[in-house]
C-alpha cells in the first residue's frame, strides 16, 4: 500500500478546518486533522511544502516509522505546529490501515472496552438565569456532564460565554475563533472572578442536585495560589474537574494547587507531546489530560502519552471544542472507546454547515458518544463541496486587565 498522493485541504464550512489526504496505489483515502486554531496556515504550509513530499511513495503501513520520521528526522521537535502536522499525518495512515484491514479503527487499537464515551457538553450563560436555561437545554439534549462557564460582573465578554448573539443561533452557542481582521480583546479580573465562580456552583447545585457531573475552565488565568483558593473555594460543589487553572507550561505551579485542594484537575489541551507532561504525571499533579489527538502527534502520540498517563493513575478528557475538526473528532472517539483509563470526552457540535464538506458516523446518544462501525475512521470529505467554503482569517481573542496589560486569555 503505497502512498500516491498527499493533499492539504483547507476549507472553512463554518469555521476553518486543515485536512490531510492521503490517496494510496490501490484507491485508498485516509484523512488526518491538522487544524491549529487560528495559526491554521502554518500547518498547511508544514504539511504541503515539508512533509508531502516525504511521503509519496512511502509504504503506508508503517505508522511508527513515518511517526519517528517526521518527529526525529525534522531535527526540530515538539511544539504545536510540528506535532499538529504529524498527526495529520499519522491519523490518515490509522484510517488508511483500517480500511485495507475492513474494520473500524478502534477494533485495530485493541477493541472496545466500553459501550460509549461519556461526553460533556458546553452550558453558559451571561447570567444565572441564562446559564440554567442553557443548562436545561444540555439535559434535554441527552448532556449527562456538562461545563458550567458564567460572565464575571464588570468584566465584559469573557472566555466561554457569547457575547454576540447571531440571529437564529442558540444564546449558549460559543465559537471563541473570530472572523475578523485582527483579535478582538477582552477585559478580565482574577478578583472579580474568583468571588463570583463558587455562587454560580452554590446555585447551580441547589437548582440542578448533587448527581450532576459539573466541569469548569480557568482558561490559564490565575496564579497558583489564586487557583489553590478556587479549587478549596469550590470542593462543596463537588466538580468532576477544574480545567487550566494555571497557565499551563509551568508544569511545577500545580504542586502548589494539590498541596491545598482536592479538587481534581485537568490540564494540557495546548500541550503537544508527552514530554511536557512528565512532572505533571510523574508527581501526580494532573487527574485529567486534556490533550487531543489531532495536537498531540495522532494516535501513536496521545497513546503513548496515555499509556504513560494510566501508569500514575491519570485518565484522557480529550479536548473536544469545535476547533478539532470532524476528522479529529472520529479518531478521538476511536481512541477512547479502546484504551482503559478513558475519563471523558468534550463534545462541541459542530454548526451544521460543517456537515455540507464532512460526512461523519459518529453518533450521541443518552449522554454517551459512539464512533460508528463504519470502516477507518469513518468520516469523508466532499473536495469539491470544501472548495465552495475558502478559509477565513480567524483570531482568538486576546485578554487585557484593566490597566492594559495582556492576560493570558
Ligand atoms: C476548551 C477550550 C477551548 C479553547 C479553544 C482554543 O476547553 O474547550 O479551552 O474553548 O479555548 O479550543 O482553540
Ligand atoms: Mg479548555
Avoid at 479503527?105 to 472496552?113: P, R, T, V
Avoid at 487557583?227 to 505551579?253: I, K, M, N, S, V
Amino acid at each position: 500500500m503505497r502512498i500516491e498522493s498527499a493533499e492539504v485541504v483547507v476549507t472553512s464550512p463554518g469555521r476553518n478546518f486543515v485536512t490531510l489526504r492521503l490517496t494510496t496505489d490501490d484507491g485508498l483515502v485516509g484523512l488526518g486533522d491538522g487544524t491549529l486554531n487560528g495559526r491554521e496556515l502554518a500547518v498547511a504550509s508544514y504539511l504541503r511544502d515539508h512533509v508531502a513530499p516525504l511521503l509519496v511513495g512511502r509504504d503506508a503501513h508503517r505508522i511508527e516509522d513515518t511517526w519517528q520520521l517526521l518527529h526525529r528526522g525534522a531535527y526540530w521537535r515538539r511544539g504545536p505546529v510540528t506535532m499538529t502536522a504529524i498527526a495529520a499525518v499519522d491519523v490518515a495512515l490509522w484510517d488508511l490501515k483500517a480500511k485495507a484491514a475492513g474494520m473500524p479503527l478502534y477494533q485495530l487499537l485493541g477493541g472496545a472496552s466500553r459501550n460509549g464515551l461519556l461526553a460533556y457538553g458546553h452550558a453558559s450563560g451571561r447570567d444565572t438565569e441564562e446559564l440554567f436555561d442553557s443548562i436545561r437545554h444540555h439535559l434535554d439534549e441527552g448532556f449527562r456532564a456538562i461545563r458550567v462557564q458564567i460572565s464575571i460582573p464588570g468584566v465584559g465578554s469573557v472566555y466561554g460565554v457569547s457575547s454576540v448573539r447571531a440571529a437564529g443561533e442558540r444564546a449558549d452557542h460559543y465559537e471563541p475563533a473570530v472572523r475578523a481582521g485582527l483579535s478582538i480583546e477582552e477585559g478580565w479580573d482574577t478578583r472579580a472572578y474568583l468571588r463570583h465562580v463558587p455562587t454560580v456552583f452554590e446555585a447551580v447545585r441547589s437548582e440542578f442536585g448533587a448527581e450532576l457531573p459539573l466541569l469548569h475552565d480557568g482558561h490559564h488565568r490565575m496564579t497558583p495560589i489564586q487557583a489553590a483558593r478556587l479549587g478549596r473555594d469550590l470542593e462543596p460543589y463537588d466538580l468532576f474537574w477544574l480545567e487550566d487553572c494555571t497557565p499551563t507550561e509551568d508544569q511545577e505551579a500545580l504542586r502548589l494547587v494539590r498541596q491545598h485542594t482536592v479538587t481534581p484537575l485537568a490540564i494540557g489541551e495546548v500541550l503537544s507531546s508527552v514530554w511536557d507532561y512528565q512532572t505533571l504525571l510523574r508527581e501526580r499533579l494532573v487527574d485529567f489530560v486534556r490533550s487531543s489527538v489531532t495536537h498531540t502527534g495522532g494516535i501513536t502520540g496521545l497513546r503513548r502519552l496515555l499509556n504513560l498517563a494510566a501508569l500514575h493513575g491519570a485518565r484522557s478528557g480529550m479536548h473536544g471544542a469545535t476547533d478539532i475538526s470532524p476528522v479529529g473528532m472520529a479518531a478521538a472517539l476511536h481512541l477512547g472507546l479502546a484504551i482503559h483509563n478513558f475519563g471523558i470526552q468534550e463534545y462541541m457540535p459542530h454548526p451544521d454547515v460543517t456537515g455540507a464538506v464532512f460526512r461523519t458516523s459518529f453518533a450521541f446518544a443518552n449522554g454517551l458518544l459512539h464512533p460508528g462501525d463504519e470502516v477507518g475512521l469513518g468520516v469523508d470529505l466532499d473536495v469539491s463541496a470544501a472548495d465552495r467554503f475558502p478559509y477565513e482569517p480567524a483570531y482568538l481573542p486576546v485578554a487585557r486587565l484593566a490597566d492594559g496589560t495582556v492576560h493570558d486569555w
